[in-house]
């Protein structure tokens, strides 16, 4: 018998932002005006633990539903007991508030061991249940820290589970494919990327759900380390509205003319998110290399940035050239000269933080490497070619650490690619990806190195393996970050930060974040975000041979089949191909689109999922799961092409990350073609054929 | 301290929670102030009220006007100090001080016909009833969320997220419960995994408050042979919610409401000749609604309400207000129009319902066409059942009976009775000549008139505009949405009717009225083909011209969700 609980997280409701949802002075979305619900993947997780428990055939397992919050989070708790949860535990205090992922894994761990203890008094039986991600946060770094902390096993991207001989094993979701796998012991974490049962609450249940006690924990009554913004390795430093996206909506007149097209803005990639975290000011120099010690063109706040431009102005007027020039009585006319503008106590901040010139970080610019059957991801290649750009600014060298049974043989093609050192790490027992096993090679040498930044790239697996090694090594990691640029913070005295910019909140709004009490700054960045460089086969680098203790102990999960490529739906395919009613039929949905896709694939080298509106996928053209849109999967790839799709505004949410947005059809007052990049007036049957035939001639 | 009895299912064994002394079907304002007053009345009494939407508030959709009355009457018993709160100022925030009335003649002209208003109420006429001053002009989706809250403070259970299949009886024949509907079953019927079957509530009172056409109380007056004087007519309305500038909003004004006739539903001699006409009320800060009413006696295939809006917002007089502005909330409701003889009674003791089960606010049909308002009566009768309901704790089944006394003897009979043959005048006549036939009121007698959907002809709208309605836009700022894997609650009851008789001569209305765009041609057949889709307005089961659509509850949860309308 195993006991199950199962983490649930209240989160505004980003599927419904109304007008007045926006701040007026800055277009940022304000949180505090949009409506809370339980997270979607918290939901499923619900469902998805007592799925586990029925099939289990074990009626005698209890299933507790956690959360921490506000008060009013309460609501999540009772939404579970009207379905599943026998108890609830609420986890709130004002001094776990303004908490990062560490600082949010932390104290649920805590709670978790004492629930284990204390309420449910099952020992080592027991299986934690939770979503995937949060839709506000989205991060996916909580339950794998939470593992990391409680020193269990972690199952993440499950879709699937069956009970076989007493266990069960799982299915989920891996780069390119799907994998089974079991855990070899309990207890284990799971996090369920998609269950599409959710479970319906019953009147019954509901009203007994609004009667029935929450027990109410503060930080007193699980004595957590690490909590609220004190506890926390990353903080927010800034919060603005994402860059509004403009389409060109261009209409081309020829399949021929598209498929160039298409072939080059898909090779261009520069995305939109690339350009929103480029630096304006060109690239950062360490203060040795600045003309005079006044500037200071990359502060990390526009704050900072505005009171140095004042400050440097005032200093020109009152000819001082030197900081040890400035003393008491300096200051006093630099006070009188800035007015109001700051404080004494600012400018002595900001004088200090003149005269500071060693950066705050030392050590390498590292990127955790991904590869599968002995070639490199290309997502590592990106961000090597990003950590080169990242170390030339702070003057450091680039290490790309990678770990596998035998890996020695892709450092050169790391060399080409921006590296300076290949940190291998060989071992039989890392043969596959094990993300106790991983995370114990990597935080190993990372703990040796004390690289100064430490990149992962945003697939299944580095989102896996980053919160694990940076919870273990004590370092803040910012998920998913689509920006990463060095700066300054001179008030603080703090040289050549690392600055982590990713969307929140559903991509409604964009946030910066910089490490802190960390001796490594780690953020992952998501795969196509950040630009290769041109593979330089001169370049000469050196091979660090890394070795770890690792036993057989240290592998957690056992693998038991993997699948790759077909027979999945990967709607984060770089490419997608989507068929809505204008297809007519199920046949040419089929012929069309699966010529399409294949067509594209071949051209562009990369994999090319197959989606649907939600009409195509009512009228049978094709299976749900390739549903996209509002009410579908959201989707983000570099290039999109919609066929015989109206464009309704249902659709157009579901793909607002696209960065190439193509449309066919056959009506000419279609919304979509005032959504797009490019379009063809036309029938799909006729204009498909060509277009196909002209990818195979560019 | 914290041990846990173990058990199969949390759910299973709460069977005493499935039984409660007083249901209501539907958290309107007839509803939740039925919970409110009984509360008042009788704290330990156990109350749940139910409905279908989301969240409160999302199924809400009207103007709205509101007489101070009876909401006064119900909160200041409920909640002493309740004007001074947070809730109440946001809520009832404009007050109205300005009350136009408009003809509007072609599309550039506008008269006002207040003064007219005014001397018809000098005169005693009917008319005079239509002045809304010191009325709110609010937005009813809030004064719902707002009311809701307060019942449940007072410990109402109100449970959103259900919804009501039908009326159960017992072997008497007596109201026993009412089922609820069925969750986690495919498109083609068969159980998912999370199938939850809808459970039967058992309560000793059952309230039926769902608003107009009410799938519960039409089910249940077909099974209690209730019966109504006259057929129920329908009116569909549309309205947006308009973000305007700021220069635009205070042009109009916080406290005025602009309500006008003629153009583009009735124009006299060359038509279009249709009953109803549009709004102009402002709402919060920056914001006015904007909507057209529209008799569902409408004869022209081609008519869509949207396509009116669409005119009268092109209007000189209305396009003032909002030009530039963006539609940020959107919806479609039906209002009952029939009146007075309309309502659903027991033939023997002319109750308003039966035994144990009462049929309140637009349910029963209880708004005033003169007035064009039933919120305030709505309000009211939930007053009265909840009076009715005390009175009758010891003896359930006399409480229709009562509750219908309640009703006779309150403001809603003395005013429904002056309005009564007002509208049955105009459906008779027409616009022309029935409106001012109407004013001889209540010596007018009561005009058999068709039912609405016998009405459609081949005719089409003269004044269709160009660009057919963005329809798509239209529902996802109603935001709506349903689980997609259900069965269809939209049922064609015979397909042959739609082939033969329909789409040769009107050529499936459906598609084109339907305000959400649920009905497409899909292979050459009419099907519901975006139930998804639906704004739970049911216009389609009151106007399919053969009578041959079914509207029936989705799964609890889907449907529009409305926070401003």
């Not at chain 1, 506890?231 to 060109?248: E, N, Q, W």
């Not at chain 1, 630096?279 to 040795?288: F, I, R, V």
């Not at chain 1, 919160?467 to 370092?475: D, E, F, K, N, Q």
Request: include cysteine; charge should be neutral.
């Amino acid at each position: 018998m195993s006991d199950y609980i199962v983490l649930v997280k209240q989160v505004p409701d980003v599927s419904q932002i109304t007008d007045n949802a926006f701040d007026p002075e800055t277009g940022t979305l304000v949180r505090a005006r949009l409506a809370n619900v339980i997270n979607e993947l918290d939901a499923q997780a619900l469902a998805f633990a007592r799925h586990m428990k029925r099939i289990s055939g074990d009626a005698n397992a209890r299933l507790v539903a956690l959360t921490m919050g506000p008060p009013m989070a309460d609501e999540v708790l009772r939404y579970s007991l009207a379905r599943a949860a026998d108890q609830v535990v609420l986890l709130t205090d004002r001094a776990l508030g303004g908490a990062d992922t560490v600082a949010t894994a932390n104290p649920l761990a805590h709670a978790i061991r004492r629930i284990t203890q204390e309420i449910l008094k099952c020992g080592d039986d027991f299986l934690v249940v939770s979503g995937m991600q949060s839709v506000d946060g989205d991060t996916a770094q909580v339950p794998a820290q939470i593992a990391e902390e409680l020193k269990l096993p972690c199952i993440a991207y499950v879709t699937g589970a069956e009970y076989k001989n007493g266990r069960f094993e799982f299915t989920r979701i891996i780069s390119g494919g799907s994998q089974t796998v079991a855990a070899k012991k309990l207890p284990a974490v799971i996090t369920v990327a998609k269950y599409e049962f959710p479970l319906f609450a019953t009147f019954a249940g509901t009203r007994w759900g609004a009667k029935a006690p929450v027990i109410q924990w503060g930080a007193n009554d699980i004595n957590a380390p690490l909590i609220g913004a004190k506890g926390s390795k990353t903080a927010v430093i800034r919060v603005f509205p994402p860059g509004k996206s403009t389409r060109k909506c261009q209409q081309v007149h020829s399949a021929g003319e598209l498929a160039k097209i298409v072939v080059e803005s898909y090779k261009k990639g520069d995305s939109q998110a690339a350009t929103a975290g480029k630096a304006e000011d060109g690239k950062y120099l360490l203060p040795q290399r600045r003309k005079s010690a006044f500037e200071r063109r990359w502060e990390a706040t526009a704050k900072e940035q505005e009171d140095y431009n004042l400050l440097a102005r005032v200093l020109k007027d009152l000819k001082i050239t030197d900081v040890n020039q400035i003393d008491a009585a300096a200051q006093e006319k630099i006070l009188a000269a800035v007015g109001t503008s700051f404080q004494k106590k600012a400018l002595e901040d900001m004088l200090a933080g003149l005269k500071a010139s060693e950066p705050a970080f030392r050590g390498e610019v590292w990127v955790v490497a991904e590869h599968s059957d002995g070639v490199v991801h290309p997502a590592t290649f990106e961000l090597t070619g990003k950590a080169r750009e990242l170390a030339d600014s702070l003057e450091t060298r680039v290490g790309v650490c990678i770990a596998g049974e035998n890996v020695a043989h892709m450092a050169q093609e790391l060399i080409a690619a921006g590296a300076d050192n290949v940190y291998a790490i060989e071992d039989p027992l890392l043969r596959e990806f094990d993300p106790t096993a991983y995370r114990k090679a990597i935080s190993d040498a990372v703990d040796k190195y004390v690289p100064q930044i430490v990149l992962y790239a945003a697939t299944p697996q580095g989102r896996m393996l980053a919160p694990m090694v940076s919870y273990r090594t004590g370092c803040g990691l910012t998920a998913d970050c689509t920006g990463l640029d060095i700066r300054d913070s001179s008030r603080k005295g703090e040289i050549g930060l690392l600055l982590q910019t990713r969307p929140a909140l559903g991509g409604n709004v964009m946030a910066t974040i910089r490490t802190k009490s960390s001796k490594s700054q780690m953020a992952t960045a998501r795969p196509g975000v950040m630009k290769r460089l041109p593979a330089d086969p001169a370049r000469q680098g050196k091979i660090v041979k890394h070795q770890v203790e690792l036993t057989v102990d240290d592998v957690s999960l056992e693998i038991l089949k993997t699948e790759l490529g077909h027979g999945q739906v990967n709607l984060h395919a770089d490419a997608i191909v989507s068929g809505g009613k204008g297809m007519q039929s199920r046949d040419n949905y089929e012929n069309l689109v699966g010529s399409l896709t294949g067509a594209l694939s071949r051209r562009l080298g990369t994999e090319v999922e197959r989606g649907a509106s939600r009409a195509a996928v009512e009228q049978g053209f094709i299976e749900r799961i390739h549903q996209v849109g509002q009410t579908g999967t959201s989707v983000g790839p570099k290039l999109y092409v919609a066929l015989g799709i109206s464009g309704a505004i249902q659709h157009m949410i579901g793909v607002a990350n696209t960065e190439t947005i193509v449309a066919i059809n056959s009506d000419p007052s279609a919304p979509i073609f005032k959504q797009c990049d490019y379009y063809i007036v036309g029938g799909v049957e006729e204009v498909i054929p060509q277009l196909v035939d002209a990818l195979g001639a560019v | 301290m914290f041990a846990i009895k173990l058990k199969e299912s949390n759910v299973a064994n709460h069977s005493e929670y499935s039984k409660v002394s007083v249901l209501v079907v539907g958290a309107g304002p007839a509803g939740l102030a039925t919970g409110i007053q009984l509360k008042v009345l009788k704290p330990e009494l156990d109350i749940c009220v139910i409905d279908k939407a989301l969240d409160l508030g999302n199924h809400n959709l009207s103007g709205a006007v509101l007489e101070k009355e009876p909401l006064s009457t119900l909160l200041d018993a409920a909640k002493p100090g309740w004007r001074e709160t947070d809730e109440a100022k946001l809520v009832l925030a404009n007050v109205i001080d300005k009350d136009d009335i408009m003809f509007l003649l072609g599309r550039n002209m506008a008269f006002g016909i207040f003064p007219m208003i005014k001397m018809a109420r000098g005169m005693g006429l009917g008319f005079g009833q239509m002045i809304h001053h010191g009325d709110y002009s609010l937005s009813i989706s809030r004064l719902t969320k707002w009311l809701g809250g307060i019942a449940k403070g007072m410990g109402v259970e109100v449970l959103t997220g259900f919804a009501a299949d039908h009326v159960v009886f017992d072997g008497d024949g007596v109201a026993a419960g009412v089922k609820l509907v069925d969750r986690g079953l495919n498109k083609e019927g068969h159980k998912e995994p999370n199938c939850v079957e809808g459970e039967t509530v058992q309560a000793k009172f059952v309230v039926l408050a769902e608003g107009c056409d009410g799938l519960v109380t039409e089910r249940f007056v077909e099974k209690a042979g209730l019966k109504r004087q006259s057929h129920q007519l329908y009116s569909l309305g549309v309205k947006e919610l308009i973000k305007v500038t700021p220069a635009q909003y205070n042009r109009f004004t916080r406290g005025r409401v602009v309500h006008a006739m003629g153009y583009p539903i009735w124009t006299p001699v060359v038509g279009p000749g249709m009953f109803g006409g549009g709004i102009v009320y402002a709402g919060e800060q920056d914001h006015l609604a904007v909507g057209m009413i529209v008799g569902l006696d409408w004869k022209y295939h081609d008519f869509n309400a949207q396509d009116a809006l669409v005119r009268f917002k092109e209007h000189k007089f209305v396009r003032q207000f909002i030009e530039g502005g963006t539609v940020v909330e959107a919806g479609a409701k039906m209002i009952p129009e029939g009146g007075w003889y309309a309502v659903p009674r027991d033939p023997q003791t002319h109750s308003i319902g039966k035994g144990n089960v009462m049929i309140l606010g637009d349910s029963a049909g209880f708004v005033n066409m003169l007035k064009i308002k039933g919120l305030h009566n709505a309000i009211d009768s939930g007053i009265q059942a909840a009076k009715a309901i005390v009175a009758s704790l010891d003896k359930p089944a006399a409480a229709a009976q009562r509750y219908t006394e309640n009703v006779e003897a309150s403001n809603i009979a003395k005013e429904m009775q002056t309005a009564q043959n007002f509208r049955l005048t105009v459906a008779k006549f027409g616009p022309l000549q029935g409106m001012p036939l109407s004013v001889l009121g209540r010596s007018l007698p009561k005009f058999h008139v068709e039912k609405d959907y016998e009405m459609m002809t081949a005719a089409p709208y003269r004044l269709k505009p160009s660009m057919s309605f963005d329809k798509d836009t239209f529902t996802a700022v109603a935001a709506t949405a349903h689980r997609e894997e259900q069965p269809s609650h939209l049922t064609i009851l015979d397909r042959t009717i739609c082939d033969t008789k329909c789409r040769p001569v009107l050529h499936a209305p459906c598609i084109t009225f339907c305000p959400a765009g649920v009905y497409e041609t899909i292979h050459e057949e009419v099907k519901p083909a975006n139930p998804s889709n639906c704004l739970h307005c049911k216009t389609c089961q009151r106007k399919c011209p053969f009578d041959n659509i079914r509207w029936t509850a989705p799964e609890g949860g889907g449907g529009p969700r409305y926070k401003r309308m």
